[in-house]
């Protein structure tokens, strides 16, 4: 399956449609993934969706350009990963939506990376005035110098903490999201939890930036099945090209691209609605599938097709 586009709220409800059309499906799933991230509900609906279509097989994930954020929530979903040397995930840091703005989010470790580095430098600026004030008011007593040194703190920093929203830093959507990943790994059993390695938390709060490169050597730390394409896998991402690099945004006003890679052996399957013992088709194998009408804000916008026939692969 293949699999390019942001993580926006309504698609994981497109993608459940787009799954459930399937009326046959290989054991196994392997699924090439870019995106830029999104929302970690969307991220876990998805993830859940996917354990369970294939309770009974793998879930392999093919990294081979972007999958940021949320994707990284998703890729905790999956029994193994599969990440090109030019594939790269990121923290698992959850977006905000920006106030009065389409299609924007800022990260929420740019959030708390920036109140506590306001509070260093408010202490910092303290401790300065603090010791200055002594030094050249010796008679004046400690309490009073304090005083004195917050009151030029306060100052010094009110406008800037005063552009901080209360709510973004209070935001409560880091803690969703790792209640989320640990949910998700319950099933896969991928990430590494160890006395010296704890890679959900370093997923979380390790990283000092929402844009941190996690490749292949830094993955292979936090996930314990991690290996490089080859074979047909590689060829295959070869094929598919710039889609599985760099990932698709509706701010681009580009469609989803959102289809499996192998087409659906209809002799095995009844067309619902069929009479009963009927097959529908004769055995031949479905060379276009009409997309599922999906949420209203996506309806109309995915084209969703599969290769013509002979062309099955192991894993859907």
């Not at 279509?53 to 793998?58: E, H, L, P, T, W």
């Not at 905000?96 to 920036?114: C, N, P």
């Amino acid at each position: 399956m293949l699999f390019n586009f942001g993580l926006d709220t309504g698609f994981e409800e497109y993608l459940y449609r787009f799954l459930s059309r399937r009326r046959t499906k290989k054991k196994n799933l392997l699924l090439f993934l870019t995106t830029e991230g999104g929302f970690p509900n969307v991220a876990y609906r998805i993830g859940r969706w996917l354990q369970d279509a294939y309770s009974d097989g793998q879930i392999t994930i093919v990294v081979v350009g972007w999958c940021k954020s949320a994707g990284t929530l998703i890729c905790i979903a999956a029994h193994r990963l599969l990440i090109s040397d030019t594939g790269e995930l990121g923290p698992l840091d959850v977006q905000i939506a920006k106030t009065d703005e389409m299609w924007e989010r800022s990260s929420g470790l740019v959030v708390e990376a920036a109140f506590e580095k306001l509070q260093q430098e408010s202490f910092k600026l303290f401790f300065k005035h603090l010791m200055d004030i002594k030094e050249q008011a010796g008679r004046i007593t400690f309490k009073t110098a304090a005083d004195l040194a917050a009151q030029m703190v306060v100052g010094q920093t009110h406008d800037i903490f005063a552009k901080i929203d209360p709510l973004t830093v209070g935001d409560r959507s880091n803690l969703i999201a790792e209640q989320y990943a640990i949910r998700l790994n319950l099933k896969a059993s991928n990430l590494i939890a160890s006395r010296r390695v704890d890679a959900l938390d370093m997923l979380l709060r390790g990283y000092p930036s929402h844009s941190f490169v996690i490749d292949r050597e830094e993955a292979s730390k936090l996930f314990k099945h991690v290996d490089a394409p080859a074979g047909n896998v590689a060829q295959l991402a070869q094929i598919l090209g710039i889609d599985v690099i760099m990932p698709r945004n509706a701010a681009r006003k580009e469609t989803p691209r959102l289809e499996f890679l192998n087409a659906e052996d209809t002799r095995t399957a009844k067309a619902p609605g069929a009479a009963k013992g009927q097959a529908k088709g004769s055995g031949r194998r479905s060379r276009i599938k009409a997309a599922p009408a999906g949420p209203p804000n996506l309806r109309g916008r995915v084209p969703v097709r599969t290769e013509p026939e002979g062309g099955d692969r192991e894993a859907a």
